[in-house]
């Protein structure tokens, strides 16, 4: 998009699905409407609708012609973004589906802002068709991402370029003192062209990365959480913060069953990891993965490629032994393939980086079922 001061028409998408966490979509709408209004913004409308269903949103693009799409609500990593169906249930719309719909109105629109938690694979999909796209790279609390809106949305009413605003809006949450300003990333023309770090470089091999060629697949057979605004920061334990983090090995002998079993279950993922040959890799993983990671047998494609790979070569930044620095549960109850869902509750691990690596901390996902089935790993982001 180029600098200018031509005004843009404004599409707001809200989706809030029943039975998933509650969030804060209206206020996220007024605090935006708000910004623009005292920047002038009152020309150009600015359209939104809410229980957005998949149907709404070609009707709502063909209606408004949006420059600017900003999409607010629910994510599920690879799986995609979580709308609503006829009854107000969630629908997820996958990461193909929605880059097919950029492509069609990609003449008009100039910017799609994704405020989902772990976005960053649909807008990756999106950047192909898109000039500029924004998405999350992990979770994002509800605070953090309202404060990124405001940002946003301040420095684009004032004109300001997408870049400008994208900075505008990470420091808006380093503003308020909340630990997520690195949460949001920018695309650029195929390129992940930053991730916000103030007046630091990233090294070459953390930004700039050229997205436009790969083969993402649209996720089907996984089941990650529902993210956005959903997966509360890690906590990280009072005598952990007052001390030193706590180290995986030092707490091995918890009498705790569940403790025993999550030890198990990630000292059998790093071996996994850890194996010099990625076929024999997988086949160990998929001993202790979750069903929903599956398809037709199968590591899912995309699960592979976009996740345990990633996490086999970025095996050496973490520390060793792994530090294990909080946990948190996901919200997410059911998880499975479609049609095949089954009931419990899925938490999530976060392990620490070596202190000269840079970047953000990994996270594991273990789903825990309520028949008192076995635990298995449904989730990487390392």
């Known amino acids: 998009m180029n600098d200018s001061t031509t005004q843009k028409s404004i599409l707001l998408l809200a989706a809030n699905p029943k039975g998933t966490i509650g969030l804060r979509l209206q206020e996220e709408e007024r605090e935006i409407r708000e910004r623009l209004r005292l920047a002038g913004y009152g020309k150009t409308p600015i359209n939104s609708t809410g229980a957005t269903r998949p149907r709404d949103i070609q009707q709502a693009m063909l209606d408004f012609k949006p420059q600017i799409v900003h999409f607010s609500g629910h994510g599920a990593e690879q799986e995609g973004l979580v709308f609503e169906d006829v009854t107000g249930q969630e629908k997820l719309v996958n990461s193909t589906a929605l880059a097919n719909l950029f492509r069609l109105f990609s003449n008009r629109v100039e910017c799609a802002v994704l ?33 990124f809106s405001v940002g946003f949305y301040a420095a684009l009413g004032a004109s300001e370029s997408i870049e400008f605003a994208y900075e505008l809006g990470c420091n808006a949450i380093e503003l308020e003192g909340l630990p997520e300003e690195l949460t949001p990333v920018l695309y650029k023309k195929g ?12 090294p070459d091999d953390e930004t700039n990365q050229d997205i436009s060629s790969n083969n993402l697949d649209d996720g089907v057979g996984t089941s990650p959480p529902i993210g956005f605004f959903l997966e509360v920061p890690i906590e ?56 929903s990671l599956f398809d037709s047998g199968q590591i899912d494609p995309a699960f592979r490629k976009n996740s345990f790979n990633v996490a086999a070569t970025r095996l050496n930044l973490y520390k060793q032994p792994i530090e294990f620095i909080g946990s948190a549960p996901t919200g997410r109850t059911k998880l499975g393939l479609r049609g095949n869902k089954e009931d419990g509750r899925e938490e999530k691990y976060a392990i620490a980086r070596k202190e000269n690596s840079g970047g953000l901390e990994g996270s594991i996902r273990i789903f825990f079922p309520d028949n008192g089935g076995l635990a298995k790993i449904s989730g990487l982001n390392f």
């Open 115 to 147: 405020n989902a938690c772990y976005s960053k694979f649909q807008a990756e999909a999106i950047a192909r068709h898109i000039e500029y796209v924004i998405g999350m790279s992990k979770g994002i609390g509800d605070k953090a991402a309202i404060e």
């Open 191 to 202: 390129k992940l062209l930053q991730i916000y770090i103030g007046n630091r470089i990233l």
């Open 236 to 291: 990280i334990p009072e005598e952990v913060r007052n001390k030193t983090t706590q180290k995986f090995s030092e707490t091995r002998g918890s009498s705790s069953s569940k403790d025993k079993i999550i030890f198990n279950l990630i000292d059998s993922l790093f071996d996994a990891l850890s194996s010099t040959n990625l076929e024999i890799g997988i086949q160990k993983f998929e001993a202790i993965a979750h069903q």
